[in-house]
């Protein structure tokens, strides 16, 4: 399975001046690296411009931090604030990060999450589905956590579908640390494990080994080689990290020779 790198660059940069000078930089190492993908997923903002640097063939790709569930073939849009998903198709966007811990912390439902899964399948985008646990208790009750996540978000889903999904695997408890705080490799696995587990449950064990699975939560060079080799995971979904283009490179070379 092809490894991908997913940069979320939150609210970041500061102006239009600095998101040129970061993707043009990340442009450059994709041209290095074309057999691993790399997402960036800018400000709304920026996507129009920044889809006019982009390559037909490169391996790096544009995508958005969410979209909104409501049909645009309803006609009616009062939606003050909200982006469709056919205007992220038409700034040039290929994925769609869903259901960020960010996002959820602001009220954002398992239910809703479904409906931005399917308007974003509908229009020809790469969900990329965030889940995650608040805590890692003793007592396994995250696992529960999990399983509501992914049956409630996934819900309906077609089983043909499920190839056109990326799942992200981003404990709350893991996100803003030290990357030494980070979940180590092993755990990873047991929960790439569970995942897929669910998934078969939903859609049968061949789909759900297909399905690429990737980790976020303080990912970095640091780190970066335990979580893919030992946690068997096909990429990463990097925050902070994913501005700093030396970080970026260096997480490429790591990613191009393990």
């Not at 041209?31 to 006019?52: E, G």
């Not at 009616?76 to 469709?84: A, W």
Request: hydrophobic share 40%; glycine share 8%; charged share 30%.
């Amino acid at each position: 399975m092809k490894k991908i790198i997913i940069g979320n660059w939150k609210m970041n940069p500061e102006n239009l001046i600095l998101a040129r000078k970061i993707f043009s930089e990340i442009k450059k190492l994709s041209k290095k690296f074309p057999k691993i993908d790399i997402v960036v997923c800018p400000p709304f903002v920026y996507l129009s411009d920044l889809k006019n640097k982009i390559d037909k063939v490169s391996s790096l790709k544009l995508g958005a931090q969410d979209v909104f569930w409501d049909n645009p073939e309803t006609g009616s849009r009062p939606f003050t604030g909200e982006i469709s998903a056919s205007m992220l198709r038409d700034a040039g966007v290929k994925y769609v990060i869903l259901g960020h811990s960010e996002r959820r912390s602001m009220g954002e439902t398992n239910e809703e999450v479904n409906k931005k899964i399917k308007i974003a399948l509908g229009a020809g985008l790469t969900p990329i589905i965030c889940i995650g646990e608040k805590e890692h208790d003793i007592d396994g009750k995250f696992f529960e956590t999990l399983k509501i996540q992914i049956k409630d978000t996934l819900n309906k889903i077609k089983k043909s579908d499920l190839q056109k999904i990326i799942i992200a695997y981003e404990p709350i408890w893991a996100i803003g640390k030290n990357e030494s705080e980070s979940m180590k490799g092993e755990d990873l696995y047991q929960m790439a494990i569970f995942i897929r587990k669910i998934l078969s449950e939903m859609f049968g064990q061949v789909e759900a080994f297909k399905t690429p699975i990737v980790y976020g939560g303080s990912v970095s060079p640091f780190n970066v080689k335990d979580i893919i080799s030992e946690g068997h995971v096909s990429g990463i979904l990097a925050g902070r990290s994913s501005l700093e283009s030396q970080k970026i490179a260096e997480i490429l070379d790591i990613l191009s020779i393990i």
